[in-house]
């Protein structure tokens, strides 16, 4: 059972800087799709930045493209999110997904294509 731990939220000002953290343990499989998907007050949860760990392959969406850079660590235990120059409409609570895959992630943006979740860790960014 994959079991997945995020961390490193808190609140920035617009314009700041963080980097969320989550722990992956449990796997079973030798690759996945590994994902930061957020959902605000209101609003459905939406896939940020995925990255694939076969081949490091990552894809983001359009509204943090040039801003945020999903990765992750050498012994692929840890993904994070580095978030730059962030904006107030990136507040929201911010999870960890994983799904294991033998092929490429690009079709795996949506809620959906994820059966393992983190608890969520919030990010709230002020104007």
């Known amino acids: 059972q994959v079991q997945l731990v995020e961390s490193g939220g808190g609140s920035v000002q617009a314009g700041g800087s963080l980097r969320l953290s989550c722990a992956a343990s449990?796997?079973?499989?030798?690759?996945?799709?590994m994902g930061w998907f957020r959902q605000a007050p209101g609003k459905e949860r939406e896939g940020v930045a995925i990255?694939?760990?076969?081949?490091?392959?990552?894809y983001s969406t359009n509204s943090v493209k040039g801003r945020f850079t999903i990765s992750q660590d050498n012994a692929k235990t840890t993904l994070y999110l580095q978030m730059n120059s962030l904006k107030p409409e990136d507040t929201a609570m911010y999870y960890c997904?994983?799904?294991?895959?033998?092929?490429?992630?690009?079709?795996?943006?949506?809620?959906?294509?994820?059966?393992?979740w983190g608890q969520g860790t919030q990010v709230t960014v002020s104007s």
């Open positions: 990255i694939y760990t076969g081949s490091g392959s990552t």
């Open positions: 449990g796997y079973t499989f030798s690759r996945y799709c």
């Open positions: 997904a994983a799904e294991p895959s033998g092929r490429d992630c690009y079709a795996k943006m949506t809620t959906l294509s994820y059966n393992y």
